[in-house]
Antibody, heavy 129, light 109 residues
Framework: EVQVSESGGGLVQPGGSLRLSCAASGFTFSSYAMSWVRQAPGKGLEWVSGISGSGGSTYYADSVKGRFTISRDNSKSTLYLHMNSLRAEDTALYYC??????????????????????WGQGTTVTVSS | SYELTQPPSVSVSPGQTARITCSGDALPKQYAFWFKQKPGQAPTLVIYKDSERPSGIPERFSGSSSGTTVTLTISGVQAEDEADYYCQSAYNSGTYHVVFGGGTKLTVL
């Protein structure tokens, strides 16, 4: 069964740091792009960051650029989100999600959809003093 | 910045057809994806690449695209379809930007 499971959330003070992890199983991890998506209490979904299957390409929402770093260890089938300079507005449930299988575009370049076909149950991050 | 616009709410009676729209300037060039989220649960992909249905999603869920608008249609709505629905797309302007619509609350009367 294809699964992803997040961990590492918790209570942190403003300006602090936290590292989230996402353990994947049931699929060839290195073949798929992965994303982090968050949802503040009572709010909608917000994409945070994405990473290609190899880890060579990373993308960020403007709201977290320069503060968050996405990475992956394909030997451990694990995705990470390193979060620095945390703010109250970063308080949310953070989901890890697997992408659909990639494809070759018209230029012959292998790329991804950067969508989410399998989601974890999320890990809660609370930024408060 | 790029945005996807959805109506905040849609209401239908059981057995009727619900249509949820999502508008965005890049949609003619980029695929759209739809997610269903019930309270306290993670989202679930219900439509991908504008109109494809993942395995396990009931046939009453369908998607379509026309110009800058994509539409999620739920035919013969059932009580269990009451949920929040989000559209999502991604575009590449030198770097990828992934965007969600604001979400639509579907109420089954």
């Amino acid at each position: 069964e294809v699964q992803v499971s997040e961990s590492g959330g918790g209570l942190v003070q403003p300006g602090g740091s936290l590292r989230l992890s996402c353990a994947a199983s049931g699929f060839t991890f290195s073949s798929y792009a992965m994303s982090w998506v968050r949802q503040a209490p009572g709010k909608g979904l917000e994409w945070v960051s994405g990473i290609s299957g190899s880890g060579g390409s990373t993308y960020y929402a403007d709201s977290v650029k320069g503060r968050f770093t996405i990475s992956r260890d394909n030997s451990k089938s694990t995705l990470y989100l390193h979060m620095n300079s945390l703010r109250a507005e970063d308080t949310a449930l953070y989901y890890c999600a697997k992408d659909l299988e990639g494809y070759y575009d018209s230029s012959g370049y292998y790329t991804y959809y950067y969508t989410m076909d399998v989601w974890g149950q999320g890990t809660t991050v609370t930024v408060s003093s | 910045s790029y945005e996807l616009t959805q109506p905040p709410s849609v209401s239908v009676s059981p057995g009727q057809t619900a249509r949820i729209t999502c508008s965005g300037d890049a949609l003619p060039k980029q695929y759209a994806f739809w997610f269903k989220q019930k309270p306290g649960q993670a989202p679930t992909l219900v439509i991908y690449k504008d109109s494809e249905r993942p395995s396990g999603i009931p046939e009453r869920f369908s998607g379509s695209s026309s110009g800058t608008t994509v539409t999620l249609t739920i035919s013969g709505v059932q009580a269990e379809d009451e949920a929040d629905y989000y559209c999502q797309s991604a575009y590449n302007s030198g770097t990828y930007h992934v965007v969600f619509g604001g979400g639509t609350k579907l109420t089954v009367l």
